[in-house]
Nanobody
Framework: VQLQASGGGWVQAGGSLRLSCQASGSIIRIDDMGWYRQAPGKQRELVAVTTSGGNTNYADSVKGRFTISRDNAKRTVYLQMNSLRPEDTAVYYC?????????????????WGQGTLVTVSS
């Protein structure tokens, strides 16, 4: 199973970016999908998560500004980030809880994307 994230970049404060993360591999089912971020010198923190049924949860710092969504058919999770602030600058990582079956062996695991850098200038 691989997660491929994209969409990071540089933006001025108040701007918007949309991150995408697509899962691939011998996937049977994807449960929770989420986004985390890690700023320089800080621990990785949860940004938002969505269940397979579409329920969502957000960090207080992004509520009302960020929206997580998913397309189950495309095995893709999105993060729409609006009203970006300099403190949102971080490397953003996607993850997914996946049940896969490569070579007739069922595997349950949490997988991470490679990270995409978001830089917000003041």
């Amino acid at each position: 199973v691989q997660l491929q994230a994209s969409g990071g970049g540089w933006v001025q404060a108040g701007g918007s970016l949309r991150l995408s993360c697509q899962a691939s591999g011998s996937i049977i089912r994807i449960d929770d999908m989420g986004w985390y971020r890690q700023a320089p010198g800080k621990q990785r923190e949860l940004v938002a998560v969505t269940t397979s049924g579409g329920n969502t949860n957000y960090a207080d710092s992004v509520k009302g500004r960020f929206t997580i969504s998913r397309d189950n058919a495309k095995r893709t999770v999105y993060l729409q980030m609006n009203s970006l602030r300099p403190e949102d600058t971080a490397v953003y990582y996607c993850n997914a809880d996946v049940i896969s079956q490569p070579m007739d062996v069922m595997i349950v695991g949490r997988y991470w994307g490679q990270g995409t850098l978001v830089t917000v200038s003041s």
